[in-house]
């Protein structure tokens, strides 16, 4: 079930075009004299409102644009996963974020949360990520100053990357963990 949010400025700002609208047909009513004042009135009143709508249409436009789905991260090239991440990290809290050059030693992304430096490996595939890739980023640690490990994938890792990311206490994100950090903060 997605998540609603109320946004008042919006409510009082229509409130505020209400009164006005109620004020310029007392004014109509009542003032007899200054009842051409009354339909440019309404008039403006009228482009305002449609304006608010068009503006708030192109906002919405602009959101789906942004929005990634993992389909999506699947045609990503290799440096564009790395930033797709790196804004997702951002979005997750974490500080400090930067990616590594070129010959990265194992460690695509640098992060920091909680007082904690990570060291990130981040693997676009389309088959199974293997222990080589825990071992990349487990033995690019020390080279970065890196307190903890992670690697990312939008795929499933092997028995034996598992396997060796427990007992080095490194973190993975398979596909499903993705999918779910994505729908967290879509919009990144």
Not at 41 to 59: D, S, V
Not at 120 to 143: F, H, M, P
Not at 152 to 168: G, R
Request: charged content about 25%; hydrophobic content about 40%.
């Amino acid at each position: 079930m997605s998540r609603r949010y109320h946004n008042k400025s919006t409510d009082s700002g229509t409130f505020i075009v209400f009164l006005i609208i109620l004020a310029t047909i007392e004014i109509g009513y009542y003032h007899k004299e200054t009842s051409h004042v009354a339909p440019i009135i309404i008039g403006c009143l009228i482009t305002l409102i449609l304006l608010k709508f068009t503006l708030r249409l192109r906002k919405r436009i602009k959101l789906r644009r942004q929005a990634v789905t993992l389909q999506e991260v699947d045609y990503m090239s290799g440096l564009e996963f790395e930033q797709y991440i790196a804004n997702l990290l951002r979005k997750h809290d974490f500080k400090k974020v930067s990616l590594t050059e070129k010959y990265d030693m194992g460690v695509d992304i640098i992060a920091e949360k909680n007082g904690q430096r990570w060291g990130i490996q981040t693997k676009r595939y389309s088959g199974l990520v293997k222990a080589e890739a825990v071992r990349q980023v487990i033995a690019g640690l020390n080279s970065y100053k890196c307190d903890k490990s992670m690697v990312i994938t939008n795929s499933t890792f092997s028995k034996y990357a598992i396997k060796l990311a427990q007992s080095n206490h490194c973190i993975l994100i398979d596909r499903m963990e993705l999918a779910k950090l994505i729908s967290e903060n879509p919009k990144v």
